[in-house]
């Protein structure tokens, strides 16, 4: 678990570490490659790592951590964010525990 959080930790500054490492170049274009190199690892860690990496460690899908925290925050305020993404893990184990008992009877 901890490693998987590492790696998300280490693609997420790669775009910082290639535009701090060097001094500001004498050309616009360097910079805007630079900039949009950024942009890219970012958008792929955001929208396809780190999806990935939720639903491995918390075991709720992408969607629904979006969600509860979008409920949480509206019902909630910051409170409510905080304890938003818990409470739909908590949820979503007792609901699957649920229907395993309906298939269990009904068997």
Known sequence: MDA???QNLFVSNQGGQILG???PPDYPQL????VLTAIFFQQFEN??????????IIGVPPITVILALI???????FLG???SVPIA???????DDVQKRKIAVNS
């Open 4 to 6: 998987a959080l590492n």
């Open 21 to 23: 490492q060097q001094r």
């Open 31 to 34: 910079v805007l490659t630079k």
């Open 47 to 56: 929208h396809l790592i780190y999806p990935l990496v939720v639903k491995k």
């Open 71 to 77: 409920i949480g925050a509206q019902l909630g305020g």
């Open 81 to 83: 964010f905080l304890i």
């Open 89 to 95: 893990a908590l949820l979503m184990e007792y609901l």
